[in-house]
């Protein structure tokens, strides 16, 4: 794992075992790469307690009870489609807090409306409303990846420092 990487997952590990939090993830186009990161870090079972790879729709159906209608309203890359997986991993883990990911990180894939480098991000903490974003990444398919990643982890870093999301 690259320094950034690792640096942005101790930070957040710190921030989550100081509150007592567990972690849990729900991923499409990072393919798990944010749980990659986080259990690289030493004593991250002290603070991660599971991650989802939900790529096919049929999956975040399946495996975090995404709704039929979520995906066929909005798209698997839609806020309301991430903030459903997000709170799909809260409710079948014992974690605190949740991030869940999907997007389109190319090289193909993209629409007018939703281009390549198209991201979506959720975080859901236990007794909190979801909080979720869309963002535009530049770069190949690591890049976005890995932009993604990033943003993902500095978010968890500012939740765990706050007292509300």
Not at 70 to 95: I, K, P
Request: glycine fraction near 12%; hydrophobic fraction near 45%; proline fraction near 2%.
């Amino acid at each position: 794992m690259d320094t950034e990487l690792g640096a942005l997952s101790a930070t957040a590990g710190a921030a989550l075992a100081a509150r007592g939090w567990m972690l849990a993830t729900a991923e499409s186009c990072t393919g798990g790469w944010i749980a990659e990161a986080v259990t690289a870090t030493s004593g991250s079972s002290a603070w991660f307690d599971r991650g989802f790879v939900t790529y096919s729709n049929a999956a975040k159906t399946d495996m975090l009870g995404v709704a039929t209608a979520t995906l066929a309203a909005h798209g698997a890359v839609s806020e309301a489609t991430v903030a459903e997986m997000a709170e799909g991993a809260l409710a079948r883990s014992a974690a605190d807090i949740a991030v869940a990911v999907s997007g389109i990180a190319g090289p193909g894939g993209g629409t007018p409306a939703k281009p390549v480098g198209t991201v979506c991000l959720a975080w859901a903490r236990r007794g909190d409303p979801v909080h979720a974003c869309t963002l535009r990444f530049s770069g190949d398919r690591t890049a976005v990846r890995r932009q993604t990643v990033i943003h993902a982890l500095r978010e968890l870093i500012r939740l765990a420092a706050t007292d509300r999301g």
